[in-house]
């Protein structure tokens, strides 16, 4: 793979990236750039491959072509919660508290309160609901204040109310300099975020 530059004032960019699942092309020459404090998205039908190129932008999946460069810590929320059935949301934050070398849990503590399942910490994850997982989720991928935020469809099984409260939390993300990349397929976010790329046939376009 070939090395990039992050451009200044960037904090994230990926160029021709390629990916495929046997001959089927998901990804065909990807370029994308995301800039600091900027709150973006990626919009596209089921099966487009927006988890993939999400997969890819975060490391887990090593692309077939392209190269991805990132400054800064990156927080990561699959779109399915990868969490252990029997251990607690309360071991799940001390496992992660330890993996981050965090100090503390005073950050992970703001997360709960804002997204509202403190009373669940004791429960086993097996146990929680699937909206209260996704929080769970996605409060291990925010807990270590990273740079940059890569988000595959956040608030699904989320309640109104949490979902608005998850675009609050998006928002002062960006306006701390945060970079925080959404992947949806809810057309309807369109006008939530700074910039829009719609993935369509492998290729990244303007979505606006």
Partial sequence: MKNVKVPVGAAMRAVGLRYAYRRHAVLDG?????????????????????????????GEL??????????????????????????????????FRSAYRLPGLGRSAELVEMLGFGDFLDVPTGQLSGGTRQKVNLTLALMHDPQVLLLDEPYQGFDWETYLRFWEIAGRLRDEGRSVLVVSHLAHDAERFDELWRLSDGVLRCGR
Avoid: Y
Avoid at 33 to 57: F, H, I, M, Y
Avoid at 67 to 78: F, L, M, S
């Fill in 62 to 95: 090593r692309p077939d072509g392209g190269a991805v460069q990132i400054e800064g810590r990156v927080g990561t929320c699959p779109q399915r919660a990868v969490l252990h059935p029997h251990l607690s949301v309360r071991q799940h934050l001390d496992f």
């Fill in 30 to 58: 990807v370029d994308l750039t995301l800039g600091r404090g900027v709150l973006a998205g990626v919009v596209g039908e089921n099966g487009a491959g927006k988890s993939t190129l999400l997969r890819v932008l975060s």
